[in-house]
């Protein structure tokens, strides 16, 4: 069992930038593969980034690809999302995912919030054009 706690949300204006963090409590993080997932009012949840669990390998989605970086500190149990140049449509409630059995590159084509063995409660970032 892990649980999984989102930091970092808020409001920012376009091309502005925030950091996201995830802490993961419970044993053996870095036996997890860990991405981030997002969800717009009124669509279904995409995958925006994911790293392997050593960190050497990482996705992203074409619309993020370039503005944002995931990394992992496998001591400090944290995965973050560095996001840069945001935009409106970045806006959405930010979720932090752990895949104990898959691979990063599996998690990259996920679609929708089913399936996926762990899910933090959410962070939002709303960003003003």
């Known amino acids: 069992q892990v649980q999984l706690v989102e930091s970092g949300g808020g409001l920012v204006q376009a091309g502005g930038s925030l950091r996201l963090s995830c802490v993961a409590s419970?044993?053996?993080?870095?036996?997890?593969?860990m991405g981030w997932f997002r969800q717009a009012p009124g669509k279904e949840r995409e995958f925006v980034a994911a790293?392997?669990?050593?960190?050497?390998?990482?996705y992203y989605a074409d619309s993020v690809k370039g503005r944002f970086v995931i990394s992992r500190d496998n001591v400090k149990n944290t995965v973050s999302l560095q996001m840069d140049s945001l935009k409106p449509e970045d806006t959405a409630v930010y979720y932090c995912?752990?895949?104990?059995?898959?691979?990063?590159?599996?998690?990259?084509?996920?679609?929708?919030?089913?399936?996926?063995?762990?899910w933090g409660k959410g962070t939002l970032v709303t960003v003003s054009s």
């Open positions: 995912a752990a895949d104990p059995k898959g691979t990063a590159q599996a998690m990259s084509v996920r679609t929708g919030a089913s399936g996926m063995d762990y």
């Open positions: 419970g044993r053996s993080f870095s036996s997890y593969v």
């Open positions: 790293i392997s669990r050593t960190g050497i390998s990482t």
